[in-house]
C-alpha cells in the first residue's frame, strides 16, 4: 500500500536559513509524489509535484524538491527562509490505484526572525 | 474566479442533525473529492467520484453520502452527526492521478 512519512512534525528556522522538510514514501507502483502547503484557516496549495520526469523540481516560492528513488525519498528545500513561509506542510502520493491522494501527518514550519 | 468553492464555510450544528456541505468545480476536471482533516491537521481521503464511479473509504461511516448531481458538484451529505463528526472538511479535484489536486477552503463543522 502506498504511504508517505514526514519525519519530524515540527521544524523551526530562522528567517535566511536553509529550509529541509522530510518526506519518505513507500509505493508498490511508480509513485506520483506532491507536496502542499497549508496556511492558517485556508485550504492546500501545490507547491511542486514529481510525475517521473525530472528528478529536482521546482516549485512556486522558491521551493524545490528532489525524487531519490533508492531513498524512497522527495525531501522539500528551500535555500533562504522567509517569514511568510510559515505554515503546515504536507507531503502525498497518489494511492496504488490513483484515485486519491495519501497525505503524510504533515509538518509545521516555524520561521523566526 | 475560485476554482473550487465550498459552502458554508462554518458550520456549527447539535449532535443528531442532518447537514449538507455543497462544492461546486469549475476547473472541468472529472474527479472530485472529499477529504476530512481532524483536530490534528491528519488529512483522510473520505470519497472519490469519477465519472459516476464512486470510490468509499471504508472507514467511513455510511452516515455519510455523497451526491453528485453533475460533473462539476459533489455535495456532501451528514446524517445523525456526533461529536466525532467536528472536523475540517475539504472538497477537491483532479483530472488525473498525474495531475494535482486543486482543494477548496474547507468547511468547518463543529457538533455540539
Known amino acids: 500500500a502506498q504511504s508517505v512519512t514526514q519525519l519530524g512534525s515540527h521544524v523551526s528556522v530562522s528567517e535566511g536559513a536553509l529550509v529541509l522538510l522530510r518526506c519518505n514514501y513507500s509505493?508498490?507502483?511508480?509513485?506520483?509524489l506532491f507536496w502542499y502547503v497549508q496556511y492558517p484557516n485556508q485550504g492546500l496549495q501545490l507547491l511542486l509535484k514529481y510525475t517521473s520526469a525530472a528528478t529536482l523540481v521546482k516549485g512556486i516560492n522558491g521551493f524545490e524538491a528532489e525524487f531519490k528513488k533508492s531513498e524512497t525519498s522527495f525531501h522539500l528545500t528551500k535555500p533562504s527562509a522567509h517569514m511568510s513561509d510559515a505554515a503546515e506542510y504536507f507531503c502525498?502520493?497518489?494511492?496504488?490505484?490513483?484515485?486519491?491522494?495519501?497525505f503524510g501527518k504533515g509538518t509545521t514550519l516555524s520561521v523566526s526572525s | 474566479d475560485t476554482a473550487v468553492s465550498q459552502t458554508p464555510k462554518y458550520l456549527v450544528t447539535q449532535m443528531g442533525n442532518d447537514k449538507s456541505i455543497k462544492c461546486e468545480q469549475n476547473l472541468g476536471h472529472d474527479t472530485m473529492y472529499w477529504y476530512k482533516q481532524d483536530s490534528k491537521k491528519f488529512l483522510k481521503i473520505m470519497f472519490s467520484y469519477n465519472n459516476k464511479e464512486l470510490i468509499i473509504n471504508e472507514t467511513v461511516p455510511n452516515r455519510f453520502s455523497p451526491k453528485s448531481p453533475d460533473k462539476a458538484h459533489l455535495n456532501l451529505h451528514i446524517n445523525s452527526l456526533e461529536l466525532g463528526d467536528s472536523a475540517v472538511y475539504f472538497c477537491?479535484?483532479?483530472?488525473?492521478?498525474?495531475?494535482?489536486?486543486?482543494f477548496g477552503q474547507g468547511t468547518r463543522l463543529t457538533v455540539v
Open positions: 502525498a502520493v497518489t494511492d496504488q490505484a490513483g484515485t486519491a491522494l495519501i
Open positions: 509505493s508498490s507502483v511508480p509513485p506520483y
Open positions: 477537491a479535484s483532479s483530472q488525473d492521478r498525474a495531475t494535482e489536486a486543486f
